[in-house]
């Protein structure tokens, strides 16, 4: 085997602090260096970061490229054996698996995620985030726009979609907040990730008995009466269909709308004329990039030439998401927002196989939830000093812990 | 102009679908279905716009009919 040309430069110190409304500084300085930089991962192991957007879908699509998790060597940020932590977990989870065993879950979600089946969802999205927004007017000001919104409202959603019970929620919403935020306390995160996986191995041992009119209902009689799927594997389904589906775009609606509030002439734009809703949606997905690496971290079974340097088999691959969206090559002034822009090749969502299986829920999901908001709530406004709102830095997906708002 | 699409490779992603439904809408399996196989030229840019977007490259474009 070649030695890894990881070694032959210095590696930036990684993860760092974004601005927080911009990548970290130092992520234009490794783009402008090269399309793949080595970066030092807190435990000390050195990986590559893909810093560039034509390079960041080229490594996403390629088959050499390995997000299984099982196997030996695969990167963690804390030097854990990936396999330990996996060791409980993994069946049912496609999102640690390559094609062709990845292929065969994802192809049972596929019509459920589909954009016809979401724009079937949408009254209902809508419905729900009215009935918020008419909580938060009847309440005390300030009201906190992440609990009371922009968490509740992708909860209620994916719990009716999966047939999750929502009075349920305080299981699934504290204990993934925790698995997010103990990126540095291995066995914490593991204990949450346990204590959600037990919960979900009682409700799909009761919908095997009673299979409901939702998607594990559907789940359970076309898949697993049929022998298709084990308990363990819808298990392991269920557990990346509720934890994905709720804080990713949880953190998304109260980051947007900070943003839109600090772009005011753009938010009188979109207030004009809802039909820039959809093109605003992606750029606030670009512009933010709340996932920047953090489902992108990959492991090279292959070597793999990029530009003048080699990625070689056993490398650690991490594509910086936020980096590539702001990567000068693919969008013009990109470090700009604006809601014209209308560019949808942003990697928000990854790009591949993998490519957010809820992307589109997730689109339908901030499109409604913040024209509904500004249209119901026109003055709405920070209740503090945006220095001092309490943004998750430490958190693998960017968020606001708390956001007050009054009108 | 021919579009190939690739069902055994499409993963329902949809974005050709947004990017020019007249051309392509997602099918009850949630799986691309070309409504249009032969766009006429007006069509090319997003065409090629959705090609580019498919994160499975699931789409090709052929010359002639």
């Keep these: 085997m070649t030695t890894s040309d990881l070694g032959t430069s210095p590696a930036q110190p990684f993860p760092v602090q974004r601005c927080p409304f911009d990548p970290p500084a130092e992520y234009a300085a490794m783009r402008g260096t090269a399309p ?259 489902a992108f971290d990959r492991m090279a079974i292959a070597d793999i030439p990029v530009g003048d340097r080699t990625i070689r088999a056993g490398d650690g691959v991490f594509v910086l998401g936020f980096s590539a969206n702001r990567d000068e090559r693919a969008f013009p002034e990109p470090d700009a927002f604006d809601i014209h822009r209308g560019a949808r090749n942003h990697v928000a969502f990854g790009y591949g196989v993998h490519q957010c299986l809820g992307q589109n829920l997730a689109r339908a999901e901030l499109e409604i939830a913040l024209r509904a908001l500004f249209e119901r709530i026109p003055d709405l406004r920070a209740a503090a000093d945006i220095a001092d709102l309490p943004f998750r830095y430490g958190a693998p997906i960017f968020g606001l812990a708390a956001f007050p708002v009054t009108w | 102009m021919t579009i190939i699409a690739d069902r055994e490779v499409c993963i329902g992603a949809g974005q050709c679908a947004l990017a020019a439904p007249e051309v392509f809408d997602s099918a009850d399996d949630g799986l691309v279905e070309l409504v249009r196989p032969h766009p006429d030229d007006a069509d090319l840019p997003v065409v090629r716009e959705a090609v580019a977007l498919c994160p499975a490259r699931a789409l090709r474009l052929r010359d002639g009919g």
């Design chain 1, 36 to 294: 793949i930089v080595p970066i030092r991962l807190p435990a000390g192991r050195t990986v590559w970061a893909v810093t560039r957007h034509a390079e960041a879908q080229r490594l996403l699509t390629d088959p050499r490229i390995s997000t299984d998790t099982t196997r030996e060597g695969f990167p963690t940020l804390t030097g854990e054996d990936s396999r330990e932590r996996v060791a409980d977990t993994h069946p049912g989870m496609f999102i640690d698996m390559d094609p062709p065993e990845h292929d065969v879950y994802r192809r049972m979600l596929i019509s459920e995620f589909s954009v016809k089946r979401i724009r079937a969802m949408r009254p209902g999205i809508e419905k729900t985030a009215h009935e918020l927004i008419d909580a938060m007017l009847a309440g005390d000001r300030p009201a906190d726009l992440v609990a009371d919104f922009g968490l509740a409202l992708p909860s209620l959603v994916i719990c009716q979609l999966l047939g999750v019970p929502y009075e349920d929620r305080e299981v699934f919403q504290s204990r993934t907040r925790r698995m997010v935020e103990l990126v540095d306390a291995p066995e914490a995160a593991r204990a949450a990730v346990m204590e959600i996986h037990g919960y979900l191995d009682d409700l799909v041992t009761r919908a095997e008995a009673e299979p409901g009119d939702d998607l594990l209902g559907r789940l359970v009689r076309e898949r697993r009466a049929t022998g298709e799927l084990r308990h363990d594997e819808l298990v392991g389904m269920m557990f990346l269909l509720l934890v994905a589906g709720h804080e990713t775009t949880a953190n998304m609606i109260p980051v947007s709308v900070l943003t839109l509030l600090r772009h005011p002439e753009q938010l009188a734009a979109l207030k004009d004329d809802p039909a820039l809703w959809p093109g605003a949606v992606d750029e606030l997905l670009r512009y933010q990039s709340v996932v920047d690496w953090a």
